[in-house]
């Protein structure tokens, strides 16, 4: 019995261990997700993404499947490739992610290409989750301004300075006398290994030189990188001393970011060295001297800020080789997001990229400015200089050395139609435009007259372009800035237009000025036409106020059809004698004539005859009873063409 017991004792005890072995067995991905995990905690967010998406589909279970999209998304968007986040982001929203905040970042990566309408929903759906967040409200206002910002861009063109990217990640320019200092993760960069936060090469400091040609393929500064992470330059006015932001450390164990210093002597940059700002408990980077040299401002994650990395300033003594305590530049200036990539233009303007203002995508420029140390709050850049996509790292090139219609600063984007990750693109003005559109048709049928001529001429009489209209009627042209001109339509068989003015003075954006024509045939020589408003007083034969505006509108048509000799046709109501009537209308058809003339119309293309009482259009004869309105519509003068061939005497 006592073995028996033992028995079951220990068969027992088997069974007991063998279902606790059970319920604590990990997964067989188990591995697998830790290293992934432990490369998104290290914000190693390339390797991250890549280990997540290669254990995910060994998921079985729900809840856990969301938290891996969600990781493989969100590494994705830091390590800045904002296409597969789109992608992976998409899923997590499908998949009924819990966190509302996943539709504030994904309205965020739709702002990045520029998918206002769609990011606008999803801003609506996270206020309406999370209403007491005014994040949500704020977004939607970017939206509507970046909108605008995109219909209506700014006049500059913006250029990718293809002759310096790479298919890698090149940013940061700064523009000198000597050519373009840059930083790149190119295959030139120094070093074998692999960034895992972004998965290309770590950055180093390169150099394009300027010379007659342009710039020249640029070349590494050796004496300056190392394996590791070195970029965002800035170099005083000879050249000789250069700040620049170090990360990783030289042996790439480094927590931080760090501003280093070098000089130029004997030819060759020497060892760089820290300067005294630096910590090792925060990073500092991005360094940027006013002209003077007197003050250095800096991006930096140290505390006291508005956000993680905020703007500072610290103020030089060169005389006493001293450095003042940082100064934040304060809310007008920074936001809860990151500002970054300052650098300081002649006059004192401050410009650098945000995320925590009302922008157009990711990183937007800005710019403010120094008012007895208030810094006036920050103006978006706008379109076309910032786009849906990350827009930083600007550098303007010095006044005295600017060239008209030639790049005057240089700045980094990773927008659509680029090269690489992030390009370098240039900056210079771009002339207003002004274009005259329209169409020309038939009055009758209101079909398009294609082949029609449609011409433009300053008031001086100078013809600055003829065009014919495509077989749909249609037409387009630039136009000149800050003038007046005349833009008329013709066509063979048709009468003229009479002359449009076209005014662009004062114009200081890309504007369309729309002008339709509308031509009618030529009548032929048995038809009158009556010109609707020239009517006379009972008795009065002089031109009265609205019918000289019919007259200058006859004038123009005369002067637009310069072939046409025309029977200016004059006529009176039935009441008075006959004779007297035939006489009144010679004299209206005279003043008609007389007017014409004064308006520069040839004598002899103008035929005056007066009817008298003999073409009534209604039936208010001798003794018919009618009303003032009705003998009105009998005092008139109408046109008939009565040639086509006329040619002014020489």
């Known amino acids: 019995m006592r073995k028996l017991l033992l028995i079951f004792f220990l068969l027992g005890f088997f069974l007991s261990q063998k279902a606790m072995a059970q319920q604590t067995s990990v997964p067989s991905y188990q591995l697998e997700l830790d290293k992934a995990e432990l490369a998104y905690q290290s914000k190693k967010y390339n390797t991250a993404a890549l280990l997540f998406q290669k254990v995910y589909p060994k998921v079985k279970q729900e809840e856990e499947k969301q938290k891996i999209l969600y990781k493989i998304a969100d590494s994705y968007r830091n390590s800045n490739n904002f296409k597969q986040a789109l992608k992976w982001y998409e899923e997590v929203v499908n998949s009924k992610y819990p966190d509302p905040f996943i539709l504030f970042s994904y309205g965020q990566l739709l702002k990045n290409f520029e998918r206002y309408d769609e ?208 100064v934040n ?163 063979d068989k048709y009468l003229s237009s009479s002359p449009r003015i076209c005014e662009t003075k004062g114009i200081l954006k890309d504007t369309v000025i729309e002008i339709d024509f509308i031509l009618d045939l030529i009548p032929a020589t048995d038809v009158e036409l009556t010109m609707e408003g020239i009517l006379y007083d009972l008795d009065k034969w002089n031109i009265r106020e609205d019918a000289a505006k019919v007259l200058d509108s006859m004038a123009l048509i005369l002067k637009a059809n310069s072939n046409l000799v025309v029977e200016l046709a004059s006529h009176t109501d039935s009441r008075a004698p006959a004779p007297y009537n035939l006489e009144l209308s010679n004299k209206r058809a005279k003043s008609c004539v007389d007017y014409l003339i004064s308006k520069g119309i040839a004598k002899d293309r103008l035929v005056p005859v007066g009817y008298g009482e003999t073409k009534l259009i209604n039936d208010c004869s001798d003794e018919v009873d009618c009303s003032e309105e009705e003998h009105q519509q009998n005092r008139r003068t109408t046109i008939k063409v009565i040639r086509t061939d006329y040619k002014l005497r020489r």
Request: hydrophobic share 35%.
């Open 119 to 326: 990011a606008n929903r999803a801003f609506y759906d996270y206020s309406f989750e999370i209403p007491e967040d005014i994040k949500g409200k704020q977004a939607m206002q970017s939206c509507a301004a970046a909108a605008e910002w995109k219909a209506n861009p700014l006049k500059f063109k913006v250029e990718n300075l293809s002759i310096i990217n790479s298919d890698q990640s090149d940013y940061a320019p700064f523009i000198s006398a000597k050519g373009l200092y840059f930083s790149s993760t190119r295959k030139e960069a120094q070093g074998n290994e692999v960034f895992e936060w972004t998965g290309q090469k770590y950055c180093d400091i390169f150099l394009a030189n300027l010379n007659s040609a342009g710039l020249s393929k640029p070349t590494p500064i050796k004496t300056l990188n190392t394996n590791y992470n070195e970029g965002v330059t800035w170099l005083d006015s000879s050249e000789t001393m250069v700040l620049f932001t170090q990360c990783n450390g030289k042996d790439g164990a480094g927590l931080f970011c760090k501003v280093l210093v070098s000089y130029f002597q004997n030819g060759v940059w020497v060892e760089p060295k820290p300067l005294p700002i630096n910590s090792d408990s925060f990073s500092i980077g991005h360094p940027a001297f006013t002209s003077d040299g007197k003050r250095l401002y800096f991006s930096s994650n140290m505390p006291g800020g508005f956000g993680n990395k905020d703007i500072w300033y610290t103020d030089y003594n060169a005389v006493k080789d001293t450095w003042s305590t940082p």
């Open 329 to 491: 530049l304060g809310p007008n200036v920074n936001s809860p997001e990151d500002e970054l990539f300052p650098f300081v233009d002649e006059d004192g303007t401050i410009y650098y990229a945000s995320k925590g203002f009302i922008g157009m995508g990711g990183l937007d420029l800005f710019k403010t400015a120094d008012s007895a140390n208030t810094f006036k709050v920050c103006q978006n850049l706008q379109s076309p200089i910032n786009s849906g996509a990350d827009d930083f790292g600007i550098s303007f090139v010095k006044t005295a050395r600017r060239e008209a219609g030639k790049p005057f600063a240089y700045f980094t984007s990773n927008r659509e139609g680029g090269i690489g990750d992030d390009d370098i693109y240039s900056l210079s003005e771009k002339p207003v435009i002004v274009l005259v559109k329209g169409t020309v048709t038939e009055r009758e049928t209101k079909n398009p007259l294609g082949g029609a001529l449609v011409q433009t001429v300053t008031l001086n009489g100078q013809t600055l372009w003829r065009i014919k209209t495509n077989e749909k009627g249609a037409f387009s042209a630039e136009l000149p800035l800050n003038e007046i001109n005349t833009i008329s339509a013709s066509l």
